[in-house]
C-alpha cells in the first residue's frame, strides 16, 4: 500500500497545502516557508490524542486528507474540543474502527533514520542521543510474562509485579521502571549503611563506660549517710537535754552562769557538726556521682535497645537491599532476552552492530540496520520521513534512498534551501 497525496488546511503555519507523494519526495524552501507543518501532517496521521495548538491561529479547525493508492482516504479533523479520525475505503463505506485500521498501516514514520545516522556517537551526549532514539523506535514491549520466564526467586517477583501493574512497557518505559528501582535500591543502601555506623558508635561508647551497677552502690551510701545523720541528731538531742535540765535548776541562781552555759553548748554543737561535716560532704558527692551515673545506665541500656532496632533495621534492608539487586538482574535478563535477534546490540552504555561500536560501523551498514529497525515498526504503509535532511552527506542519503526503495519504502525529505519558496520535488525512483 502507497500514500498518493496529502491535503492539510490550517494546521500550524499552512492555510492549505495540496500536493502527490511518490516513491521520493523532496520537500524544500527556506527557514519559516512551512517545511515543519507539512512534516508534522504526516504524523499526524498516525498519532493519538488531541491536540489543539496545531490548529493554525485564528482557525477553528485543522484538517489533514491523505488518499491511499488502494482509493481509501484518511482524514484527521482538529477542533479546540476534540479530535476526529475518519477513513472511507475505496467502496465509500466507513470503515468502522479508523485507529485500528491506522494502526495496521504501521508506525515506521516515527523513526527517522536521519536522526539515527548523524547523531555523533563519538561523544556522551550523541551516544545517550542515539539509545534514547532506538529506545523509542525498537518494537519491542517487556511485560510480566516476559519477567516470570527468568524463573526469579518469589522476593524479586514481589518487588518486580509492581512495576507492571499497568501492563507491557516499550524500551524506553522500561529503562525508567529500572532506573527507579536502581534509585529505590541506593536509598536503602544508604539507610543500611547509617544504621550500620549508627551501631558501631552506640557499640564503641559502651566499650568505653564502666559497667559497674550503680544503684547497688548509691543504696549503700545514703544509707551511711542517713545513719550518720540520725547518730549526729542523737548526740546533738542528748547534749540538748543535758544543758537544758542543768539550764532550768540554775536559771534563777546562776543568770551569769547561763549565758556562759550557752557559749558551752554552742561551742559543743559547733564541734558535733565539724566532727561530722567531711563525711556528710562526702557521702552528698558520691550520692551525686551515683545518681548521675544511674542516668548514664539508663542511657547505656537506651543504647542497647537502639543498638537492637538498628540491627534489626540493618537486617530487614538489607534483604531488602538484596531482593533489588536480584529484581534489577532479574530486568536485565528480561530486557536481554527481548532484545535478543534485533539489529543493535546494547552493550552498557554502548550500541554495537555485530560486534561493533555504532560510530565505527561503516555508512553502508548503519543505513541498513537503521532501514531494519523502520522495518520493524512498517505495516502495511512503509513511509519513511526525514527531516533535516540538510545535514546528511551525499554518501548518506544515496545508501538510504537506495536501501528504502530496495525495501518498498517512500520517503519523505525535508530540505532547508536559504531564499527558496515553499516547494515539493518528486523525484524518480
Not at 326 to 344: F, I, N, Q, R, W
Request: one cysteine or more.
Amino acid at each position: 500500500m502507497k500514500l498518493s497525496s496529502l491535503e492539510i488546511t490550517n494546521l500550524w503555519a499552512t492555510k492549505h497545502a495540496k500536493f502527490e507523494v511518490a516513491q521520493i519526495t523532496r520537500i524544500t524552501g527556506g527557514n519559516g516557508t512551512g517545511k515543519t507543518s507539512l512534516l508534522h501532517a504526516f504524523a499526524t496521521l498516525f498519532e493519538g490524542g488531541h491536540d489543539p495548538s496545531m490548529i493554525r491561529k485564528g482557525c477553528k479547525k485543522g484538517i489533514a486528507i491523505a488518499l491511499l493508492d488502494n482509493g481509501a482516504t484518511i482524514t484527521k479533523t482538529v477542533t479546540e474540543k476534540s479530535t476526529e479520525l475518519e477513513i472511507v475505503d475505496q467502496n465509500g463505506l466507513n470503515v468502522p474502527s479508523p485507529r485500528t485500521f491506522i494502526k495496521e498501516l504501521g508506525e515506521a514514520i516515527a523513526v527517522d533514520p536521519g536522526k539515527l545516522l548523524s547523531l555523533d556517537t563519538t561523544t556522551k551526549p550523541g551516544k545517550e542521543a542515539l539509545i534514547a532514539e532506538l529506545l523509542k523506535a525498537l518494537p519491542v514491549e517487556i511485560s510480566i510474562s516476559d519477567i516470570e520466564t527468568q524463573k526469579p526467586p518469589p522476593a524479586y517477583l514481589e518487588i518486580l509485579r509492581g512495576l507492571f501493574e499497568e501492563g507491557p512497557v516499550n524500551l524506553e518505559a522500561f529503562g525508567k521502571l529500572r532506573k527507579r528501582v536502581e534509585e529505590t535500591r541506593r536509598g536503602i543502601g544508604v539507610e543500611v549503611r547509617d544504621a550500620e555506623g549508627t551501631i558501631r558508635d552506640l557499640r564503641k561508647k559502651l566499650e568505653d563506660e564502666d559497667e559497674t551497677d550503680c544503684q547497688q552502690r548509691l543504696d549503700e551510701i545514703e544509707g551511711k549517710r542517713e545513719a550518720k545523720l540520725t547518730e549526729r541528731d542523737q548526740k546533738a538531742e542528748k547534749i540538748r537535754d543535758k544543758y537544758g535540765k542543768e539550764e532550768a535548776g540554775l536559771r534563777a541562781k546562776f543568770e551569769q552562769m547561763l549565758g556562759e552555759l550557752h557559749d558551752e553548748r554552742a561551742a559543743e554543737l559547733t564541734e558535733v557538726g565539724t566532727e561530722f561535716e567531711s563525711d556528710l560532704r562526702q557521702l552528698s558527692e558520691d550520692v551525686a556521682t551515683l545518681r548521675e551515673r544511674l542516668v548514664q545506665q539508663a542511657q547505656r541500656e537506651g543504647a542497647r535497645k537502639t543498638i537492637d532496632q538498628m540491627e534489626d533495621r540493618v537486617r530487614d534492608k538489607s534483604t531488602l537491599y538484596e531482593r533489588m539487586s536480584g529484581a534489577l538482574e532479574v530486568m536485565d535478563k528480561a530486557k536481554t532476552s527481548k532484545l535478543e535477534g534485533l539489529p543493535v546490540e546494547f552493550d552498557g552504555d554502548d550500541i554495537r552492530v555485530d560486534g561493533v561500536e555504532w560510530h565505527n560501523v561503516n555508512t553502508a551498514r548503519r543505513v541498513e540496520i537503521a532501514l531494519q529497525i523502520c522495518s520493524l515498526r512498517a505495516g502495511k504503509l512503509p513511509l519513511l520521513v526525514i527531516d533535516d535532511g540538510e545535514h546528511l552527506d551525499e554518501e548518506t542519503w544515496t545508501a538510504i534512498r537506495e536501501a528504502a526503495l530496495g525495501a518498498g519504502f517512500q520517503v519523505v525529505i525535508a530540505n532547508v534551501v536559504t531564499g527558496d519558496p515553499l516547494n515539493v520535488v518528486i523525484e524518480a525512483a
